[in-house]
């Protein structure tokens, strides 16, 4: 079956950087899109990021734009998430996601068919 795995959280300070991966393995699908989602202890899960796997389209969540970047790499069945100048909200489980629907909008979790376990990434003030 498909598996996603994440890897690259960690414990961090203000404004430092990280950077996410997500590998997918398992049998082939005609995937329309992947992302990247968190979600804090009591909250909901949130969209953080997406890419369309065809063109390449961006997304993001306004919390994040200008500061995180997403981007994949076909050839090795990856998408990763480069997160710049961290703040303490930014702490959360963070969760790649891909999807074979088509016509689905991609910042909301419903959309999603394939979910990682989840990577924690903390930040300290």
């Known amino acids: 079956q498909v598996q996603l795995v994440e890897a690259g959280g960690g414990l961090v300070e203000a404004g430092d950087s990280l950077r996410l991966s997500c590998v997918a393995s398992g049998p082939s699908f005609r995937r329309t899109g992947w992302g990247w989602f968190r979600q804090a202890p009591g909250k909901e899960r949130e969209f953080v990021a997406a890419?369309?796997?065809?063109?390449?389209?961006?997304y993001y969540g306004d919390s994040v734009k200008d500061r995180f970047t997403i981007s994949q790499d076909k050839a090795k069945n990856a998408l990763y998430l480069q997160m710049n100048n961290l703040r303490p909200g930014d702490a959360a489980v963070y969760y790649c996601a891909a999807t074979l629907l088509t016509g689905q909008r991609l910042d909301t979790p419903k959309s999603y068919v394939y979910w990682g376990q989840g990577t924690q990434v903390a930040v300290s003030s």
């Open positions: 890419m369309r796997w065809s063109d390449s389209i961006e």
